[in-house]
């Protein structure tokens, strides 16, 4: 069944691309599927086809058919992986930004999935089905840092119980919008579907599924701050929709208001730093750490300077 999605085009939005406003606003799909459903009649602008190319105006109103999903196979692909340990169990990657962790419509290839298929020569659980093999936790397209994928179903199990009871230990590091008074705190807040866009998450007063984020400041900055994170629960999008829920969103998370200021980023300034959890093997407590992108330290390096 196909969808329909609209959204309102915001001040920091006008003058861009019709094609990039939407890969902007709808996280998991392709710049180059979108071009092909605006090409094909799927978008409009104020009830009126537009080209890709067409330069919105603050205000304006778009609106898009999505198609049912098709079916998709995953298919191996030689990708390199920045991998942070590998054993016959598990391995854990530092995911790149702008990566996506499957295959999804309009992204079929170029995925974490493709990669670790390829690299793993079909030692990969199958828990998950063909289209997600040994993936047992995502993060984000525009997330980058560590995750683990397992290569058995015994491993694959007993991560999955892990997370299912919250004793995995999940530290992010991002870097927010205004600067926040408290040196830390926690945000406590539902989360389920945004009803004013389907493709976003948002703090719901009934419903939804329970969310908990603490936050701690690491630096301060005039407008920003450098915080870590802390999950008790893993929902989607959990740390940028809390943020957001507290008016302080992730630099360059255009989907949660976010700016992106000077830096012209693609995506939230959000990094998985910390991974730890009980081996599912040895029954030893095991500890990963991602180093910080460079664009990461980039702005880091600029904020300090100001």
Sequence with gaps: MEEKLLFTVGADDAGVRLDKFLAKSIPGYSRSYLKELIAGGRASVGNLSAKPSRAL?????????????????????????????????????????????????????????????????????????????????????????????????????????????????????????????????????????????????????????????????????????CCTFRLKTGRTHQIRVHMKHIKHPLLGDALYGGASGKWKLEGQTLHAETLGFIHPSSGEYVEFAAPLPDYFQKVLGDLRRT
């Design 57 to 225: 105006l603050e205000g304006e109103t778009v609106e898009l058919l999505l198609p049912e999903p098709e079916e998709i196979e995953a298919a191996p692909e030689d990708i390199p992986l920045d991998i942070i340990y590998e054993d016959e169990d598990i391995i854990v990657v530092n995911k790149p930004k702008g990566m996506s962790v499957h295959p999804a419509p309009g992204c079929e290839s170029g995925t974490l999935v493709n990669a670790l298929l390829w690299h793993c020569r079909g030692s990969l659980s199958g828990i998950n089905g063909a289209l997600r093999p040994g993936i047992v936790h995502r993060i984000d397209k525009d997330t980058t840092g560590s995750i683990v994928a397992c290569k058995n179903d015994a491993a694959h199990r007993s991560l999955a119980e892990q997370f299912a009871v919250h004793s995995i230990k999940r530290v992010y590091r991002g870097i927010v919008c205004g600067n926040i008074r408290a040196e830390e705190g926690f945000v406590e807040g539902n989360i389920g579907r945004d009803p004013k866009n389907r493709k976003r998450m948002a703090v719901v007063p009934a419903g939804g599924k329970e969310a908990y984020t603490s936050y701690k400041v690491e630096e301060h900055f005039a407008s920003h701050a």
